[in-house]
């Protein structure tokens, strides 16, 4: 069941700053996510999403990465303002994060036990008891590691990738913290494990009514994982919307095109599609929409002007594109 919106990111801009001068990665970009709630964010790599995660996790790369506009809200709280201590202390208890190679989130010195037994200890904001050794080995079987008594005094490299991304997950949830974010998990794992994966993010989800943000290249997993999706596009949210409304009436060429990149199994192609061109570089100056260049679309109001959200195809009041073919009711 969702419920109340758990962190609000408005108006957010992250920039690289480099000797050319500010890099914008994350440019404008504003959403919320809700107890219980699964957000998608897709695009392809180099278009901010993983910039957004590190934004609201304040651990963007040092000295370069800096938030310069934008708040985000925890609980009301805005974790812009807040100092490095108070990030420490709210990092991992209420706000976890699950990264994409469980191979480097992984201290190779060190069993997985102590690792998760680590993180308890660090996270223990509310004051459970009981031994901390006992309580690595059920965070383990929660996320249904098998024969957790004798894999919690395992090395990372004596475990399988699933096994590993599945401790990688006990570290995350060992707070029990309102927001999730889950930074293509799935990518090193076959599809076998995938699936068992994300369902077991479902059950954990199920259980605690932790928000939780997917970041993924996989339209498959939204479609079946996620209840909404934002669209990124050169660090801006070119479309948002629930999952239904999105995939059904795709309103961004941008979010079209990537749809049509999906190959489908019911029909037979001699050539499957591709997105002709790259998304622009960061040192590239910005006029008109990004996708432009790339959009079959275009005309030179899209080349000179940067369009605003407006309503998408489905017709729903949350399903809005930045788009001028949409604009113009094209």
Sequence with gaps: MIGEPVLEVRNLKTHLMVKAGPLPVVDDVSF??????????????????????????????RPIGRIVGGEILLRGEDLVSKSEAEMTAIRGSRLGMILQDPHTSLNPLHTVGNQVIEALRINDRRGAGGSLPARAVAMLKKVNVADAERRVHAYPHQMSGGMKQRVVGAIAISGAPDVIIADEPTTALDVTIQLQYLQLLQEIQAETGMAMIFITHDLGIVANLCHRLIVMYAGRIVEEGTVRDVFKAPSHPYTEALLNSVPAVNRKVDRLYAIDGQPPKLTQTRVGCSFAPRCPYADDTCRSLAPSPSPGLSGSGDHRASCWKQERGA
């Design 32 to 61: 919320s996510v809700s107890a219980g709630e699964t957000l998608g964010i897709v695009g392809e790599s180099g278009c901010g999403k993983s910039m957004t995660a590190l934004s609201i996790m304040r651990v963007l790369p």
